[in-house]
């Protein structure tokens, strides 16, 4: 947030008042003068402002106000008569002004509150001329702010209607011609309406269809969506349905006129309905051939065949074969009967295409025409030749009746693709089990490298002695590094260990190596493109404190150039072990400095690993300097590759600065924070501990004493540091304990620069602890008292924290019995002071939510801090709270953002950033929904979406649905699985059941994704 958010209307006006901006100060002295005279011509006087966003806070200031005073009704009118004043500008320049005042508009009516958003309606219509200002500024507000609420139920066939909205009962109440001229207005918020004068008003709707067929020149020139609204509004409009279908040319139009037809009347209900969905020009329509196929199958099998025979999608807008599932499920029932002929017309098809139609036969195909649909299967993937495209293809083969296609396996089992092979592997497990161990013994024979691939990864899911004693004769006799690396990966998976590692080909030292190196014939060749000089490197030295020669670095970078992972190149493994790794620093930032003033080619990236591997901590403050420059340049890959060379560095420096990188590009370049995440997590899962765990081992002490004191010393100087509660160092000279500003200029230069970096990683210490501990708090974490002691009462930087944040002493059975603060002394102390004391045993500590606390304990505890000038690292008192409304203790279903309509890619922003996770990836790359654990509490959140794919454009809109909460860990997620909570499942929780922390944490998460209230500003740094 900026720091000026804080600020009152009044106060943000006369801030715009004082702009440099000349169209600023003229835009606030015009707001000014009418909020104290109401005289409209001053907003005549209004040019449009350059300064658009200042004009943006404010109406989100407003809009986040209510309810509103004199000033706030004021700006409202004078947001309405700018739009009333310039009604054919539609600025974006004043679009959050007018967008923040509608916002509060809407949510009075969302919230049932009738009265009073009738009354804000009358203050927005005050300056309006005419009813066109009025749906073009209601329309314009809602595409720009993705409002819903200004009609209800309308656009929903087949469900009963809901009573009409303040906003509609005010349409309904016009005269006849001021309600035509409403419904005339271009968008789609009045297709809704004439839905609902339809429904109320029969005989205008009639009087405005007359006056549009005479307009037009004719039923068939109206738009399909306003006919489908007079439909969906009254059955009285059938008959014009019906009439439409028969005059309009286009069958796109025909066929979303009959869709809601049938929708709301059922393919049977007239006789027409089915007359025209049995043409293959107008059931080329998705929606419309799916629902021929639920009534009458066998006629959509024909029609199918005309439709693919004469690509009659073509003329359907983004319609392809690929959307015809339902056509090809009732082809594949039907093989037998011609809907074979179905299949055999999709040899031209798009690959999605085939995909959909190859499901459908292993999906709906019986068993008794199994052949049939197996060859017809295998023929349409011969059909696609390019490897991303035939893989989809083959996962469902693998996921469906892996057992039709077994000899198609063992083929794929060589192919070069990892994926396909992955898939091979899988299925050819599945159906044959342990069978398949000898066969992939042979293959390990292979003169192809593929195949002796696919081979190990076979025998990779198989459970047998015998797998590990053929994967090391393999090893032992293999010449390819790629399927070394394999073997050895397969060989750890079933624990071998490093017994068969590989390294008894490598020479037992050094010295060794180097002799055999120095008797090759072909020299190896230092990769780079000419970047790299090992002559000029630092040098390099083994264990025993020999320089290591020209001839093995050149080898060593030359080996880890072929290994395209960020890991140490498995041949490497003897190697590096000879190596002293304690005076490697130097070696590795020569190469590290050396990449990075080349091309930085991609290719080149086993500088990064080499730097990884052999890098002391000053890699770290050189790799997260370069990430966000990589961000910036639209090399996010070479970012993501630093994460993991972070990763390979394995300080706990490196750790921490892994988990401020997964906290940072949680939502944004996404790819840079998965990488650090899964690299975190797998540390933590080495150590054996938890993500949380490894978080608070991994906090340097950046080698300060438990008091913060460090002591820095030079030849004729000494100066001490000691870190303060936000973390920031003071200085004084130890000897006489004098204050001084800062490290001594009579330091030398390299301690000068070891201070500087200490002071970045200070910094992002800061920053990182800031954020994983606010969500430790959202997640309730507890912490025994004895490893709270050792991790915020002696560690120097936790510490801090215990200073800033209120702590609560808990109970075995979850309940809060005290509360406390940590003096910078090492004192503990309740909110009026009273030193307190911890309890030994059965009691843990965590961080107090102010849901924990009642009004005056919260008051006590702000009054507290403010006392002592304690400034928390994030909001914690002064968090946002949302109670249980106890009369809705045995409701399962949380409706706050249910059917609210946002970008996809805000909702992604807002969503990741606040912790939530994307859930099963199902069909088609759909995302089923969203969930956010709480595990401290033992409770989950799953959010429904509709419209969010993997790929999805960050501009497309999608619609979010009901949250539910269960247990933590009773929903199983993953590529195509169906399991998240629905309406009626008893894994779902009553909100009584939800701790409250949950409830109100959840509550607010979702009206911040959904816009309900002013989220953290697009472009403030993320958290």
């Not at 040098?539 to 050149?554: D, F, M, S, T, W």
């Not at 954020?771 to 050792?790: M, Y």
């Not at 008192?877 to 946002?902: G, Q, T, W």
Request: a negative charge; hydrophobic letters at 45%.
């Amino acid at each position: 947030m900026s720091k000026n958010d804080d600020l009152s209307l009044p106060e943000y006006i006369q801030r715009l008042a004082a702009s440099a901006k000349s169209e600023d100060v003229e835009f606030a002295k015009c707001l000014q003068a009418f909020i104290e005279s109401g005289d409209f011509a001053w907003i005549t006087r209004i040019a449009t402002p350059s300064h658009a966003e200042e004009i943006n806070k404010l109406g989100r200031r407003v809009g986040a106000t209510y309810p509103w005073g004199v000033i706030e009704e004021r700006v409202a009118e004078f947001a309405a008569g700018l739009y009333a004043a310039h009604p054919s500008r539609r600025w974006p320049n004043f679009h959050g002004l007018i967008d923040g005042v509608m916002r509060v508009v809407v949510d009075r009516e969302s919230e049932g509150v009738e009265a009073e958003g009738r009354k804000l309606l009358e203050i927005v219509l005050k300056p309006l001329q005419h009813i066109d200002d009025l749906m073009n500024l209601i329309s314009w507000t809602s595409y720009s702010s993705s409002f819903s609420g200004w009609v209800r139920g309308w656009d929903r066939p087949g469900r009963p209607p809901l009573r009409p909205t303040t906003f509609e009962t005010y349409i309904l109440g016009l005269s006849q011609a001021e309600l035509s001229d409403a419904i005339d207005v271009d968008d789609g918020l009045c297709q809704y309406l004439l839905t609902a004068v339809a429904m109320e008003r029969p005989a205008d709707a009639r009087f405005w269809l007359d006056q549009a067929v005479a307009v037009n020149g004719g039923l068939a020139k109206i738009e399909p969506k306003r006919i489908n609204a007079l439909i969906a509004g009254n059955a009285l409009f059938d008959a014009d349905g019906i009439l439409y279908m028969e005059q309009c040319p286009t069958p796109a139009n025909q066929a979303e006129v009959l869709v809601d037809l049938i929708k709301l009347r059922g393919i049977k209900h007239h006789p027409d309905f089915l007359k025209y969905a049995a043409r293959p020009e107008i059931s080329a329509s998705p929606a419309l051939l799916e629902m021929l196929a639920e009534s009458a199958p066998k006629l959509a099998v024909g029609v199918l065949g005309e439709i693919l025979k004469r690509k009659l999608y073509q003329g359907h807008p983004y319609v392809g074969p690929e959307q015809y599932e339902a056509g090809y499920a009732a082809a594949a029932r039907a093989l037998s009967t011609g809907g074979a002929e179905v299949f055999a017309l999709l040899s031209e098809s798009s690959w999605q295409g085939k995909q959909a139609a190859v499901k459908a036969l292993v999906v709906h195909a019986s068993e008794d025409v199994a052949p049939k649909a197996t060859e017809l299967s295998l023929g349409l993937l011969a059909t696609v030749t390019v490897v991303n495209e035939r893989e989809p293809i083959l996962a469902v083969l693998a996921q469906h009746r892996p057992a039709w296609f077994v000899a198609a396996w063992w083929e794929c089992l060589a192919d070069s693709s990892k994926q396909i092979r992955a898939h091979a592997a899988g299925a050819l497990f599945h159906v044959m089990g342990k069978e398949a161990l000898w066969p992939a013994i042979e293959r390990l024979g292979s003169r192809k490298a593929d195949s002796r691939l696919g081979a190990v990864a076979l025998l990779n899911q198989i459970d047998d002695p015998k797998v590990i004693v053929a994967l090391g004769a393999a090893l032992e006799a293999e010449k390819s590094s790629a399927v070394r690396a394999a073997i050895r990966e397969a060989l750890g998976v079933k624990g071998a260990g490093p017994v068969v590692a590989g390294t008894a080909a490598l020479p037992a030292g050094l010295a060794e190596l180097e002799k055999r190196l120095a008797g090759q014939k072909r020299v190896t060749k230092t990769p780079g493109a000419g970047w790299i000089d090992v002559t000029v490197l630092p040098p390099l030295y083994g264990a025993e404190g020999v320089r290591v020669g020209e001839a093995v670095i050149a080898h060593v970078l030359a080996t880890q150039a072929a290994h395209k992972a960020i890991e140490a190149a498995p041949d490497l493994n003897g190697v590096l072990s000879q190596l002293d790794r304690a005076r490697s620093g130097d070696f590795a930032l020569g190469i590290l400095n050396a990449w990075l003033v080349s091309p930085q080619d991609a290719k080149d990236r086993w500088a990064l690993a080499v730097a990884g591997v052999l890098g002391d901590t000053r890699i770290l403050s050189v790799l997260n300097s370069w990430i966000p420059k990589w961000c910036e340049a639209s090399r996010g890959k070479l970012a993501e590759y630093a994460a993991q060379a972070i990763a390979l560095q394995g300080s706990n420096e490196a750790l921490m600065l892994l988990d401020a990188l997964a906290t940072r590009y949680r939502s944004k370049q996404r790819n840079i924070g998965t990488a650090a995440a899964q690299a975190f997590q797998a540390a933590a899962a080495a150590r054996g501990l938890s993500a949380d765990e490894l978080g608070d081992v991994v906090v340097p002490t950046f080698g300060f004493d438990a008091e913060g004191v460090r002591d820095f010393a030079w030849e004729g100087g000494m100066a001490r540091a000691e870190l303060g509660v936000e973390l920031k160092l003071s200085w004084s000279d130890p000897d006489s304990d004098k204050t001084l500003k800062g490290l001594p200029t009579s330091a030398p230069d390299a301690l000068k620069a070891e201070v500087k970096e200490l002071g970045k990683l200070l910094r992002e210490a800061a920053k990182g602890q800031a954020v994983r501990l606010e969500l430790a708090l959202v997640r309730q974490r507890r912490w025994p008292v004895a490893r709270w002691r050792e991790l915020y009462e002696t560690h120097p930087v936790l510490r801090a924290y215990a200073t800033r944040l209120v702590w609560g002493v808990y109970g075995i059975d979850g309940a809060l019995l005290r509360c406390f603060r940590r003096y910078p002394n090492g004192l503990l102390a309740d909110a009026a002071g009273a030193l307190e004391e911890l309890p030994e045993k059965d009691a843990c500590i965590g961080m107090v939510h102010p849901l924990e606390l009642e009004t005056e304990a919260v008051s006590a505890w702000r009054a507290h801090l403010g006392r002592f000038k304690v400034t928390p690292p994030f909001p914690q008192l002064d968090r946002a709270v949302e109670r249980l409304d106890p009369l809705h203790a045995n409701r399962r279903e949380l409706a706050v953002a249910k059917d609210r309509s946002v970008g996809a890619g805000t909702f992604r922003s807002r969503a990741e950033r606040r912790g939530w996770m994307r859930g099963s990836v199902v069909d088609a790359g759909g995302v089923a929904g969203y969930f956010k654990a709480f595990p401290g509490a033992g409770v989950e959140v799953s959010l429904e979406i509709e419209g969010l794919y993997i790929g999805v454009d960050p501009m497309e809109t999608i619609t979010l649905g009901a949250a539910r909460f269960v247990r933590a860990d009773s929903v199983k997620r993953g590529s195509y699985t169906y399991d998240d909570p629905q309406a009626g499942d008893v894994r779902v929780l009553a909100f009584g059941d939800v701790p409250p922390v949950v409830y109100s944490e959840t509550v607010g998460d979702l009206k911040a994704i959904a816009g309900i209230v002013a989220a953290v500003d697009e472009g403030s740094a993320e958290v």
